[in-house]
T-cell receptor, first 114, second 117 residues
């Protein structure tokens, strides 16, 4: 099992550009989520999905879109990048969205917006 | 409101010293789960432990131990005989039963542990 994979590892964007951060898991997990990590703030939930075709907003959703067409994939889209979106992005998955579930994280994508 | 506080921003110890990382949480739920994750310099997040609010027994795994005290809303993490490989950022996180299947984890700010040889 590869677990949770993310691509790219690192990306530099100019303000206003768009891009998609890819996330995939091979554990047949129903639940997937995106977090961003900023210095001194821990990780904050951007969007999540409890199954294919179902997505919802987390704590900091503005500027990001998601979709979940398959169980395995959960891409995160930045439609018009802003410097405030410079961060490290983590994708996570768990068997379900229940609070008792352990979430497993991907290796992260470091994004720099100039 | 739910919150996790890791008051220690950075800790530096010499190898073989014991070190305790503090975690204090706030929640209105009676059922909740607490987690610790390790983020080594390579950047990935590694799951260490999960504890539910009904189980106050301390847990030991090798050099790692966790002390959960509901009376003080704390879930502290101790590394015994620290090693250089323990150098990392450690995150404490909270998941509430009342989070309605959102799976939301509330993270503390993280504690950076540096173990010097």
């Amino acid at each position: 099992n590869a677990g949770v994979t993310q691509t790219p590892k690192f990306q530099v964007l100019k303000t206003g550009q768009s891009m998609t951060l890819q996330c995939a898991q091979d554990m047949n997990h129903e639940y997937m989520s995106w977090y961003r990590q900023d210095p001194g703030m821990g990780l904050r939930l951007i969007h999540y999905s409890v199954g294919a075709g179902i997505t919802d907003q987390g704590e900091v959703p503005n500027g990001y879109n998601v979709s979940r067409s398959t169980t395995e994939d959960f891409p995160l889209r930045l439609l018009s990048a802003a410097p405030s979106q410079t961060s490290v992005y983590f994708c996570a998955s768990s068997r379900t969205g229940g609070s008792q579930e352990t979430q497993y994280f991907g290796p992260g994508t470091r994004l720099l917006v100039l | 409101a739910q919150k996790v506080t890791q008051a220690q921003t950075e800790i530096s110890v010499v190898e073989k010293e014991d070190v305790t990382l503090d975690c204090v949480y706030e929640t209105r739920d009676t059922t909740y789960y607490l987690f610790w994750y390790k983020q080594p310099p390579s950047g990935e997040l590694v799951f260490l432990i999960r504890r539910n609010s009904f189980d106050e027994q301390n847990e030991i795994s090798g050099r790692y131990s966790w002390n959960f005290q509901k009376s003080t809303s704390s879930f502290n993490f101790t590394i015994t005989a620290s090693q250089v490989v323990d150098s990392a950022v450690y995150f404490c996180a909270l998941s509430e039963w009342g989070s309605s299947n959102t799976g939301k984890l509330i993270f503390g700010q993280g504690t950076t542990l540096q173990v010097k040889p």
